[in-house]
């Protein structure tokens, strides 16, 4: 037994690994299946808007099928929509909104209230395929850390977002935001914010790993602290886990699945986790599968009974 | 004892080494907004939009606007460009605002950065129309007044003045911008044949003067009359027992006879 930083590698999680590495093809495709997914719904939600604004798509007959961008919108002239991120942001302007956007405000944070808060950052967001391209090419040339920061910093900015919200009277994170940016431009018409993708591209790749989504983006951070609530999680079966780590090393944002942690709790309980799927499409062994908050409980409890 | 004042040696640097980085991340971070949001004085903005300051913060740079557009008139603006960032915008020489009657760009605006008390199009003032006399047609004495014609409130909005000339020439047609009427949609703008436009859209702050309340314009009918100019009356003297003044010998008939 070697002693690894607190964990001792067992013999059978050296198995669970070389488990993994032996898969067969269909079965290195279909861990693939929530990176797809994923893909599709991101692909999904952006062609909507851009068929919408560009080729005039309209449901029903001479209304727009879903006008807007991420920040606020109208989904077949009926549903507003609309990031509670921004809203409060203009809130915190002085701004008196108006009772469109609040409604469109509450049926988003409902949403994700129910689904989890960072599913927005794993699923929707557009600048999550740029972050993934650059830490999967970070992971495949192997670029060493050159700099550490701590995760926390991004509530920091969080923070920050609010306080110079109320201080310069406009929204300072809607002002600067690369998401924004990136699909306004998109949906819109090119200005320069590809350099700022072309930025958190980089910086991803050689300077820090997961650099913008996992340190510094506001929005992630908001949806975090959202998304503790959340009804979908991911189930920690802690009777068949050999502690063989292959789930931290794609994990975008390893510290939740600290294994003592989510042993007490039986899921991954943080709400910096995004539900992107990667975890479950590739445990070994099946410990974790997305499941629903309430039944979690009962599924590990027959779980540990059957192990007995 | 030592060690404790170590610890809270370390405690103090940490928190300056923290205030540091929340300064100076915080003050690039003003500096941006506010080089941004100050971009460019000169963006045109759609019927209903608030004054530039309430527009900043009101607008969250959605688009639905842009897409309720039927004229694809409304852009936004995209970053890095002169315009402060996400937000609509239209260039009149380009796509002018063809004035709908049902304000669906204003409709679509979910957070009332287009003031939904903007009820009638013709009451929505974008900009306003100046004209450069010395490049206008008319103003130099040929027969044009495009601007005048296309004006979806002529006769209101611009207005034509005569003047006529010797009797070998035919007489000049003056366009009159008139702000009162002007809704800064730019279809003259778009219509002005010269090379470059002599009649284009301005935001009103750029263009417009004020005079100051402390003026009366007493010959026009519309100033209201705050002082009547009655001519000066003295007061009638208090009676006195006091005997007249005594006056000089000499003057009487000047001061008190009829001449």
């Not at chain 2, 004020?210 to 000066?232: A, C, N, S, V």
């Amino acid at each position: 037994m070697n002693d690894l930083g607190g964990y001792s590698v067992r013999a059978d999680a050296l198995a669970s690994t070389e488990k993994l590495h032996k898969r067969s093809i269909g079965a290195r495709v279909w861990s693939w299946r929530y990176i797809v997914l994923r893909r599709i719904v991101q692909v999904g939600v952006l062609l909507l808007f851009i068929g919408t604004a560009h080729w005039a798509w309209q449901y029903p007959a001479k209304t727009p099928f879903l006008s807007g961008n991420l920040s606020a919108s109208k989904f077949i002239g009926l549903i507003p929509m609309a990031d509670p991120f921004a809203t409060l942001q203009i809130f915190l302007t002085g701004h008196v909104l108006q009772q469109e956007v609040l409604i469109g405000t509450a049926i988003i944070f409902g949403f994700y209230l129910l689904l989890g808060g960072r599913v927005f950052c794993a699923w929707v967001c557009p600048v999550n395929m740029v972050t993934d391209l650059a830490g999967w090419l970070r992971t495949k040339l192997d670029i060493r850390a050159i700099v550490h920061l701590p995760r926390s910093v991004r509530y920091f900015i969080l923070a920050a977002a609010l306080v110079l919200s109320a201080v310069t009277g406009v929204a300072a994170f809607e002002w600067v935001s690369p998401v924004g940016m990136m699909h306004r431009e998109i949906i819109f018409g090119i200005g320069f914010g590809f350099l700022a993708l072309l930025a958190i591209f980089l910086f991803d790749l050689l300077i820090l790993k997961n650099g913008w989504c996992g340190h510094f983006c506001p929005l992630g951070a908001f949806w975090s602290l959202v998304g503790k609530a959340g009804l979908v999680k991911v189930r920690f079966d802690k009777t068949n886990c050999t502690h063989c780590g292959e789930c931290a090393k794609v994990c975008p944002e390893p510290q939740v699945l600290n294994l003592k942690k989510i042993e007490e709790r039986g899921m991954v309980f943080s709400g910096e986790c995004s539900n992107c799927g990667r975890c479950t499409a590739l445990c070994p062994e099946g410990s974790l599968a997305f499941d629903l908050r309430p039944l979690i409980r009962k599924h590990n409890a027959r779980a540990e009974q059957s192990a007995v | 004892m030592a060690e404790q004042s170590v610890s809270r040696r370390d405690f103090l640097v940490k928190a300056a080494q923290g205030t540091a980085m929340a300064a100076t991340g915080g003050l690039l971070w003003v500096y941006l907004l506010r080089q941004e949001a100050r971009a460019h004085p000169f963006a045109l903005r759609p019927p209903g939009a608030l004054t530039e300051k309430d527009f900043n913060a009101a607008c969250i740079k959605c688009g639905q606007c842009v897409v309720s557009c039927p004229y694809d008139t409304l852009k936004l603006a995209g970053s890095g460009g002169d315009l402060p960032i996400g937000m609509p915008y239209f260039e009149p020489r380009k796509i002018p605002c063809y004035l709908c009657p049902d304000i669906p760009c204003m409709k679509a605006c979910p957070t009332g950065a287009l003031s939904p008390e903007l009820k009638n199009i013709n009451d929505s003032r974008m900009g306003l129309a100046v004209i450069d006399l010395e490049n206008c047609l008319s103003w130099k004495g040929l027969r044009c007044e495009i601007c005048h014609r296309e004006c979806p409130l002529k006769g209101k909005a611009i207005t034509l003045e005569m003047h006529p000339r010797q009797l070998s020439k035919h007489a000049m047609f003056y366009p009159i911008v008139n702000s009162d009427a002007c809704t800064g949609c730019g279809i003259c703008e778009k219509a002005c044949p010269t090379t470059e436009a002599a009649i284009r859209i301005l935001p009103h702050s750029m263009v417009q003067g004020k005079i100051g309340e402390h003026y009366r314009l007493g010959w026009t009918f519309e100033t209201e009359i705050t002082q009547d100019f009655k001519p000066y009356e003295a007061p009638a003297p208090a009676p006195s027992d006091a005997p007249p003044p005594k006056k000089a010998p000499g003057m009487d008939y000047l001061n008190e006879g009829g001449l």
